[in-house]
């Protein structure tokens, strides 16, 4: 429910996740939630005149307080889908996104998702990965974690064979969190666009959809961009 803001504004509660690098993540030296899923939350809540409540979650919580209508917003690199659209509604598409595979960067074995069969395959609960991975890979067995970070660790250490999970949280990750020792492999696998969550039959998706096309139209969303996923 809306309270009044500082500003005058309503104030929105929005449910994040805690951790999906870059869109989202706790930054230690401020103790705020930080990425590009809320820089966007909040030059939208700017440009919209309303004031955010951030809360990180696991992302399950994100989906089921949606449904439960506990949160006004959600925002978690939430991937829009037909299933989630019968009990959530979504803005329009704010990031194009897919799911991608990795794996130890000493293993020779897999180099796509043809050489599943017989591996275990780690990605989170709840997402599209999971799904993906029940319709299209019933031979490959799936280890589903709360956390995407304990699936990394675990394919660190060796203890399962490929992670999949969403492009950008890969390539980022792989890039400047596993020290080296993981490597993406094979192609996007499902072309994937995220969505800014709201409890069935919202009013505020409208301000929403305006807001953000407004950053899209006036340079703010590729400098968010730009942030997180320049060079
Ligand atoms: N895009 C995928 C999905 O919607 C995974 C999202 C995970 N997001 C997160 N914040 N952990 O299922």
């Known amino acids: 429910g809306a309270e009044d803001g500082e500003s005058g504004g309503d104030t929105y509660t929005v449910a994040t996740d805690n951790n999906f690098v870059p869109f989202e993540f706790l930054d230690e030296d401020t103790g705020e939630m930080e990425g590009f899923d809320m820089d966007l939350i909040r030059a939208i809540a700017d440009e919209a005149g309303f004031e955010v409540d951030i809360e990180a979650m696991k992302f399950d919580g994100v989906v089921t307080g949606m449904q439960s209508a506990k949160y006004d ?99 980022y990750y792989v890039a400047n969190d596993a020290e080296g020792e993981l490597k993406t492999v094979g192609d996007i696998l499902q072309g994937e666009q995220y969505g800014i969550a709201f409890p069935k039959d919202s009013e505020l998706v409208e301000d929403v959809n305006e807001a953000l096309a407004t950053l899209i139209d006036n340079g703010t969303y590729d400098d968010i961009y730009e942030e997180w996923f320049g060079e």
């Open 73 to 171: 917003i959600g925002i978690a690199g939430m991937t829009i889908t037909e299933e989630r659209k019968e009990n959530i509604d979504f803005s329009d598409p704010y990031y194009d996104a897919g799911l991608m595979l990795a794996v130890h960067s000493d293993n020779t074995e897999i180099e796509s998702e043809d050489d599943l069969a017989g591996k275990t395959v780690a990605t989170r609960s709840g997402t599209t990965s999971e799904s993906y991975l029940q319709e299209n890979h019933p031979d490959a067995e799936v280890e589903t974690f709360p956390g995407i970070v304990e699936a990394y660790m675990d394919l660190q250490a060796g203890r399962v064979d490929a992670v999949m999970y969403d492009v950008p949280n890969v390539q």
